[in-house]
């Protein structure tokens, strides 16, 4: 029975690390790149979500933001917000980001409950850094951001296509709701 116990306890403590690791997994989807000659002071502000997957940590959420600005230690402070409609109340998270490369390379890891970090990539952006498409490691994680509460039809097709391209069920998107007040 004590072997038991101690194989069980070895798989557990396996499966645990193999969890760990894999929500730490750094990178791009095959095919995506990050945005070079990448702006970072540019991107700092408040952005609203657009169109995201069904995470499980913004199951239903509507009006969600997000808003860089920049820490001391020249990392990136990300507040998350978002109003959730089956509770009915706002929810809010905050967390880090560190570029992986660079700054001059959007291609970054984000925290918001340490030592787990993903990945938060921007493989797209308009030159006025108003609207992007922002990925993970894989093609589980996508999100459309915009500057405003609304995306011009041009960049949401831009963004589409490109995600198609590379492999992601745009079909599968969420659409953010945003309400006038937020």
């Known amino acids: 029975m004590k072997s038991f116990s101690k194989i069980a306890l070895g798989l557990g403590l396996s499966a645990a690390a193999i969890f760990l690791l894999n929500s730490c997994a750094i990178g791009l989807p095959k095919g995506a790149e ?54 009915d109340k706002w929810k809010e998270s905050v967390g880090e980001a560190k570029f992986v490369k660079k700054p001059s390379i959007a291609e970054l890891k984000v925290s918001f ?17 108003k609207y992007a498409l922002v990925v993970g490691n894989n093609l589980d994680y996508l999100w459309i951001l915009s500057r405003e509460k609304t995306i011009p039809e041009s960049y949401k097709q831009r ?24």
């Open 113 to 129: 409950f340490k030592p787990i970090w993903g990945s938060y990539n921007v493989i797209d952006i308009d030159e006025d850094y």
């Open 159 to 182: 963004f589409l296509a490109k995600a198609k391209s590379l492999g992601f069920k745009t079909d599968d998107l969420i659409w953010v709701k945003h309400s006038e007040k937020d």
């Open 34 to 87: 990050a945005v070079n000659n990448f702006k970072a002071d540019k991107y700092l502000g408040k952005w609203y979500e657009m169109a995201r997957f069904d995470y499980r940590f913004e199951k239903n959420m509507d009006q969600v933001t997000a808003t860089y600005s920049k820490k001391e230690n020249g990392n990136l402070k990300v507040d998350n917000r978002g109003y959730d409609y089956v509770k």
